[in-house]
């Protein structure tokens, strides 16, 4: 079935760094979703992307579509202890539920 | 205006025991879907309530059974628990079904023991 892949697992960076996550999927994705889970908390929805090679910017954080619209990445500027947390993209493709990634936890040491 | 609520928060059962988990949708959504999370990986799809019949399911057994109401609360029920069920459970509402997104709830954590 259709998977999607989530690099790193797990990145430590210190606060006012930057930080990136892909995803990518052996199969073209209609749409992508992009969550963030805090510690001990639930998925948030941040955003959805739709079309090729789509960017779009919420603040600091920057979200990216693959012009085969087969991979994704959020990137995060100057990154915040507010930052912390599990952030997951999913496959949101048709009418199917979503396909989650395996998520990359982000820890930001102030 | 409330969001996604679920019920109970925790529960500890032992293995063969069933379960009965609770949620509310978000005020407004139509749609139901369950999730189970473990240590330390992304939300897995149990299936998906709309208008009261399951219209999508994930690769879980026929343990796994759920229902919805006519005022869009689900319930999902697990049967012959194994200690491998051990897991948050977490429930997400949107409007229609499909890939809309999903608003959360705080889940519950089901610990087999």
């Known amino acids: 079935g259709q998977q999607v892949m989530q690099i790193p697992q797990y990145q430590h960076v210190q606060e006012g760094e930057d930080f990136t996550t892909y995803c990518n999927s052996s199969t073209t994705l209609s749409n992508i979703q992009w969550y963030k889970q805090r510690p001990g908390g639930h998925p948030v929805f941040l955003i959805q992307?739709?079309?090729?090679?789509e960017v779009k910017k919420q603040k600091r954080l920057t979200f990216q579509f693959g012009e085969a619209k087969k991979n994704s990445s959020l990137h995060i500027t100057a990154t915040q202890t507010t930052d912390v947390g599990t952030y997951f993209c999913a496959d949101s493709t048709g009418r199917r539920a979503l396909t989650f990634g395996s998520g990359t936890r982000l820890q930001v040491q102030p | 205006d409330a969001g996604v609520t679920q019920s109970p928060t925790h529960l500890i059962k032992t293995r063969g025991q069933q379960v009965t988990l609770r949620c509310s949708p978000k005020s407004g959504h139509d749609t139901v879907s369950w999730y189970q999370q473990a240590l330390g990986q992304g939300p897995q799809f149990i299936f998906q309530y709309y208008e009261e019949e399951e219209r999508q399911r994930g690769n879980f057994p026929d343990r796994f059974s759920g229902h919805q109401f006519p005022n869009y609360s689900s319930e999902l029920n697990v049967n012959a628990l194994l200690l491998g069920d051990s897991a948050l459970y977490l429930c997400?509402?949107?409007?229609?079904?499909?890939?809309?997104?999903?608003?959360f709830g705080d889940g519950t954590r089901l610990s087999i023991l």
């Open positions: 997400a509402s949107s409007q229609g079904q499909g890939s809309q997104p999903q608003h």
């Open positions: 992307l739709v079309k090729s090679g």
